[in-house]
């Protein structure tokens, strides 16, 4: 099972809006609408930020939203902060034998 | 208040054993499946396997499968990933986390993260 891919950076400036792609194969993120989002600041634990596609946990900021369109599932971070400085990961259930797979990772820069 | 709290960091030498520690608290341990997560120094995440603690079902992913074994105490709550004969290479962060349920149903989510446990292996 690979990796889904995601770009590897992505900046904007504060109050402008940025999208994160994250592509797998129709045997993941295509076939499942279970994909889920994590960020990461440095040093600490990831935090959940969307699960099944566009889902946000209590407490995350509708600034975060998702979505996904065949095989590759987005991420939208509006009115960016510099908070949102983070790395940033997409999730995916791969199948009941290896139900994860994690994307490539995304490190977000706010200019 | 759901927590998971991971054993403290460990330095071994090539070849050495390890088990380290994942103790769930603030919820039915036995109720929710725990994963692992390897994170390399400077890299990103990667999932390596997943136990319920309920009746021990555990996966593994296939990158993983045969180098590290997963197990949990549900009597103590706690949850392990341990290795027989560690290399240099598995020098990483290990992250426990809860995947999550909604009404009794498993979901393929992690919601909850244990704090991360640094395992460095050096001769």
Known sequence: QSALTQPASVSGSPGQSITISCTGTSSDVGSYNLVSWYQQHPGKAPKLMI????????????????????????????????????????????GSSTPHVFGTGTKVTVL | EVQLV??????????????ISCKGSGYSFTSYWIGWVRQMPGKGLEWMGII????????????????????????????????????????????????????????????????????TVSS
Not at chain 1, 70 to 90: F, K, M, P, R, V
Not at chain 2, 6 to 19: R, T
Not at chain 2, 55 to 64: A, V
């Open chain 1, 51 to 94: 699960y099944e596609v566009s889902k946000r946990p209590s407490g995350v900021s509708n600034r975060f939203s998702g979505s996904k369109s065949g095989n590759t599932a987005s991420l939208t971070i509006s009115g960016l902060q510099a908070e949102d400085e983070a790395d940033y990961y997409c999730c995916s259930y791969a």
């Open chain 2, 6 to 19: 991971q054993s403290g960091a460990e330095v071994k030498k090539p070849g050495e054993s390890l088990k």
């Open chain 2, 52 to 119: 319920y603690p309920g009746d021990s079902d555990t996966r593994y992913s296939p990158s993983f499968q045969g180098q590290v074994t997963i197990s949990a105490d549900k009597s103590i709550s706690t949850a392990y990933l341990q290795w027989s004969s560690l290399k240099a290479s598995d020098t990483a962060m290990y992250y426990c986390a809860r995947r999550g349920q909604y009404y009794g149903e498993s979901r393929y989510y992690f919601d909850y993260w244990g704090q991360g446990t640094l395992v």
